[in-house]
């Protein structure tokens, strides 16, 4: 460590000395401390009447990711008797991302941080601003969620980190109320996935719901569950209620969501069973298609076509868990939501902690590569809609990702991938297809040099106007429009057509 860096009111910097100096000398290479102890501790005296509003740290050569990751700082007007000021640790989400993943680089505002106790809360002050260096690590600024989905005309779906006060909860319904378009809805849910305990919300949610007494004899599942999940109605009654509040007189764009563990019914019988299931519209399930039992070492003498085999078969047993789920949900007068779904090859128990081998990572990464895969894929997203109809929300997880010992989860490996050699990719391309019909193809077919897959550009957003289904005047001349003008792809012209005739070949409309 090397500096402790302090700030007035007015953001002016405050000087320090100690009986430690480097830690007040202006140098980020004098060091006052080099050990991986626990309870290093140093003691810097200040001017009297100063105050400080906020303080940061540096290490030596501000190597960020040696930061500190838990520490208390205490002030004393005598020396003796101490008042904590600050607390902090990696469980408050303030620290976890403007220390551990934001700060790296130079000093800058989000490095610094104002005076709190351990036990506040992420407040509105603490979001992702459009001002960040990057929206690639972290949260994403609402500005830019706003502007993607009023874009596309998609729905957003928002989680409230565990960790929320009410007033962040309010904050964020008033910001989507002001700034979203009106003819979409909005999806509004406590955290992500409160029922896992592999997540610091599912670790917190045991914890509350045990000190609230949520735990009692009507439990279906152990004690740490069912507190887990009884927490998670709990908390999203209360987010639930600020939203419908905030957004009163238009309830009917709300979607509430409160997600359930899939596979377990159990779970979701002691879920609903606090506050009348939280006044949610929703009942979230996952959607993950995989061999039934996980894949274990057995697998180390399959081909890609076995696994394959048992990958469709097992669509019976998910078919199984999806009904039960809907049971339940149709009981306690909820609809079914996919909060997340997809392909999900993965050895069992790497993900809990567990050593991946390498033979079985290869023959998954095969598996995902064999052409006879889409059609599993296929397979697999029928039964999911026979079971659930065609309003039921289905969110993909993910397009684009590559492999790793924790499996397989992307449609394609890498982003210039051809669907027709990406077989979950065009698995989920035929669905579409056989579900509402051809895309629209609404460029030529190459992709003007973005370096995306050439079967990316297909009606919008790509194309930004006419728009899909508008009614048009024969005779009139329209302007085909691609997104922003400095967006355009290399050496694309914008060109007009005369409704009835037909359109240029760089610009067919499918109107």
């Known amino acids: ?6 700030k ?9 000395t100690s009986a430690s100096p480097e830690i007040c000398d202006g140098d980020p290479n004098t060091d006052w401390a080099a050990s991986d102890s626990a309870g290093l501790s140093v003691v810097v005296e200040l001017p009297a009447g100063s105050q400080i509003s906020s303080y940061m740290w540096m290490t030596s050569g501000w190597a960020r990711r040696v930061d500190p990751v838990m520490w208390r700082l205490e002030v004393s007007m005598d020396g003796s008797t101490w008042t904590s000021a600050d607390e902090r640790s990696t469980a408050q989400p303030v620290t976890y ?3 551990r993943i934001a700060g790296y680089g130079s000093p800058e505002e989000d490095s610094w941080y104002p005076l709190r106790k351990a036990e506040e809360y992420w407040e509105w002050a603490d979001r992702a601003l459009p001002s960040h260096r990057s929206q690639s690590i972290g949260a994403v600024a609402l500005e830019y969620q706003v502007l993607l989905v009023n874009t596309l005309g998609a729905s957003p779906w928002v989680t409230h980190h565990h960790l929320a006060s009410d007033d962040y909860v309010r904050q964020e319904a008033t910001f989507w109320l002001t700034h979203l378009r009106p003819d979409v809805s909005v999806y509004v849910e406590h955290s992500n996935e409160v029922w896992n305990s592999l997540f610091p919300q599912g670790r917190y949610a045991t914890q509350q719901g045990t000190v609230l007494g949520l735990v009692n004899s009507t439990c279906r599942t152990p004690d740490t569950v069912c507190a887990r999940v009884r927490y998670n109605a709990y908390r999203s009654k209360q987010i639930f209620d600020i939203w419908a509040e905030v957004w009163s007189g238009q309830r009917s764009r709300l979607k509430f969501v409160l997600s359930t563990q899939a596979v377990w019914g159990d779970v979701t019988r002691d879920l609903l069973s606090v506050n009348n299931g939280a006044g949610a519209d929703l009942l979230g399930i996952t959607g993950y298609m995989s061999p039934q039992g996980g894949v274990d070492r057995s697998y180390s003498a399959k081909t890609p076509e ?10 019976e047993w998910g078919r199984s868990w999806l009904r039960e789920q809907k049971a339940i949900a149709e009981a306690a007068g909820l609809g079914i939501a996919f909060y997340e779904g997809g392909v999900g090859l993965v050895e069992d128990g ?3 902690g567990g050593l991946a081998i390498g033979s079985i990572t290869e023959l998954l990464m095969a598996v995902g590569r064999t052409p006879a895969f889409q059609q599993a894929v296929e397979a697999w997203l029928d039964m999911f809609r026979e079971e659930a109809g065609d309003s039921a929300l289905f969110m993909y997880f993910v397009d684009t990702g590559f492999w790793s010992k924790y499996g397989q989860w992307g449609n394609r490996e890498y982003y210039d991938a051809a669907t027709a050699t990406s077989p979950a990719a065009a698995a989920v391309h035929a669905y579409l297809d056989r579900l509402s019909g051809a895309r629209p193809r609404c460029l030529a077919a190459n992709s003007y040099g973005r370096g995306l897959p050439p079967d990316s550009f297909a009606g919008p957003p790509a194309v930004w106007q006419p728009k899909r289904g508008a009614v048009l005047v024969k005779g009139q001349r329209y302007k085909v429009t691609w997104i922003e003008p400095e967006r355009l792809p290399a050496g694309l012209v914008l060109e007009t057509f005369t409704c009835g005739s037909t359109a240029p070949a760089k610009a067919l409309m499918c109107i």
């Open 1 to 6: 460590m090397s500096e402790l860096l302090l």
């Open 8 to 16: 007035g009111p007015s953001g002016e910097l405050l000087s320090c």
């Open 97 to 99: 991302y403007r220390r």
């Open 306 to 315: 076995e696994v394959i085999d048992l990958f469709t078969q097992a669509k």
């Open 350 to 352: 790497v993900i809990e």
